[in-house]
């Protein structure tokens, strides 16, 4: 159960993209396709962003998505703006009853 | 509108037992999986236990295997975490969450757990 490897920091510029990748291994993220994305801010509970590799609930901006290739699962945010200064964790199901996260990424709007 | 409200955090000496609740409504609570998940002050999100909508399914993190139990209330809509030998590093803000196409679609405020003498 180890965790998935994230970069520690990404920023951009308001309105420029910014592409996190979330790295496991064939018996997490290359195995299943249940990789989600959750957002957190400051003493906030997280947000579900992304589940199903790609697919984004209700209310999530479609500036907000997710891809996976192999064993490394990523999601971009477009457009970015102020109130996506968050950190952000990557999730996924690892077999039987077990999930595992990411180290988690800090995303910093310059 | 999906609500989950944590109790039972608090101050714990090392050894001690505790047990959290997570009081769920706003939703048919015995469809879905629950979990739930830790946080060091700080520090990132770690999975720690997981349950069937019946409660015969339960899966764990090895840091917490044999120490933590985890159960569901149907009737009452109510997940538990029961934690025994706790240790310091078990000290965490527990967040209980909904399991939903194999994601956590809603989240509990949490409720800190601090294991110290």
């Known amino acids: 159960q180890s965790a998935l490897t994230q970069p520690l920091s990404a920023s951009g510029s308001p309105g420029q993209s910014v592409t996190i990748s979330c790295t496991g291994t064939?018996?997490?993220?290359?195995?299943?396709?249940?990789v989600s994305w959750y957002q957190q801010h400051p003493g906030k509970a997280p947000k579900l962003m992304i589940y199903?590799?790609?697919r984004r609930p209700s209310g999530v901006p479609d500036r907000f998505s997710g891809s996976k290739s192999g064993n490394t699962a990523s999601l971009t945010v477009s457009g970015l703006q102020a109130e996506d200064e968050a950190d952000y964790y990557c999730?996924?199901?690892?077999?039987?009853?077990?999930?595992?996260f990411g180290t988690g990424t800090r995303v910093t709007v310059l | 509108e999906v609500q989950l409200v944590e109790s039972g955090g608090g101050l714990i000496q090392p050894g001690g037992s505790l047990r959290l609740s997570c009081a769920a409504s706003g939703f048919i609570f015995s469809g879905f999986y629950m979990q739930w998940v830790r946080q060091v002050p700080g520090k990132g999100l770690v999975w720690v236990s997981r349950?069937?909508?019946?409660?015969?399914?339960?899966g764990y993190a090895d840091s917490v295997k044999g120490r933590f139990t985890i159960s569901r209330d149907n009737a009452r809509t109510t997940l538990y975490l029961q934690m025994s030998s706790l240790r310091a590093e078990d000290t965490a803000v527990y967040y209980c969450?909904?399991?939903?196409?194999?994601?956590?679609?809603?989240w509990g405020q949490g409720t800190l757990v601090t294991v110290s003498s």
């Open positions: 969450a909904r399991e939903n196409s194999g994601a956590k679609d809603f």
């Open positions: 199903e590799v790609t």
């Open positions: 064939s018996s997490d993220v290359g195995g299943y396709k249940y």
């Open positions: 999730g996924s199901y690892a077999g039987g009853d077990n999930f595992v």
């Open positions: 349950i069937s909508l019946d409660g015969r399914k339960t």
